[in-house]
């Protein structure tokens, strides 16, 4: 069975730090994989997707980046913090071809930067 | 463009039905989702609907779907107080790639 992860689970960071979150995928090769943000007034928003190795689509230019190093590895990071990036940030990954297909999410990482 | 609406809140008595309404925009959505979100959880999919059917049923779960009104709902029967969540409703979009839209999400509060 497939199972993603993500790591920090948890993270502190002061205002023009850098920023590195992590997602993996088990069981599956290929996968499209997405990056979300969900701020505190619940909403989700997609910041980037991935099709592939070194394939990044970028939905809402800011001050993130996304990278796909390895098949079932999507990485988000920043340079320089900002206040406003503090939210709950979901990775997902998608089974199944456009227009018919789900999506999981992973278990989040709770971002607060100070 | 496309839209998905939710209401925020819904607070019901343990071993009631919840009923959870979203009406979406886009005609050309072919599966519809419900996702529950536990706090400080990722979202967990609970169930789906093709657009050319008009009901699912999953145990406690029914989906209702009605294409003409662009409205979908989710029963849940004899509600728990494990089922204390935030719902979202989610639709394909026909554009922007077969992205997923999602709703608000809607707070489900269930009181013993």
């Known amino acids: 069975s497939q199972t993603i992860h993500q790591w920090p689970a948890t993270l502190v960071q002061p205002v023009g730090s850098p920023l590195s979150l992590e997602c993996t995928v088990e069981?599956?090769?290929?996968?499209?994989l997405y990056w979300y943000r969900q701020a505190a007034g619940r909403g989700l928003q997609l910041l980037f997707y991935?099709?592939?190795?070194?394939?990044i689509s970028s939905e809402v230019p800011q001050n993130l980046s996304a990278s796909r190093p390895q098949d079932r590895q999507f990485i988000l990071s920043s340079k320089k913090l900002l206040l406003s990036d503090s939210g709950f940030y979901l990775c997902a990954w998608r089974r199944g071809q456009i227009p018919y297909y789900e999506q999981y999410f992973g278990p989040g990482t709770r971002l607060t930067v100070t | 463009g496309e839209d998905v609406e939710q209401s925020l809140f819904l607070s019901v008595r343990e071993g009631d039905s919840s009923v959870i309404n979203c009406t979406y925009t886009d005609s050309s959505s072919t599966y519809l989702y419900w996702y529950k979100q536990e706090p400080g959880a990722g979202l967990q999919l609970l169930t789906y609907?093709?657009?050319?059917?008009d009901m699912k049923q999953d145990q406690r779960l029914t989906v209702l779907l009605n294409k003409k009104d662009k409205h979908l709902s989710l029963r849940i029967a004899d509600t728990q107080t494990g089922d204390s969540a935030i719902y979202f409703c989610?639709?394909?979009?026909?554009?922007?790639?077969?992205?997923?839209?999602f709703g608000q999400g809607t707070e489900l509060s269930v009181k013993p």
């Open positions: 609907i093709f657009s050319n059917m």
């Open positions: 989610a639709e394909i979009t026909g554009n922007q790639g077969g992205k997923l839209i």
């Open positions: 991935s099709v592939g190795i070194g394939q």
């Open positions: 069981g599956t090769s290929n996968p499209n």
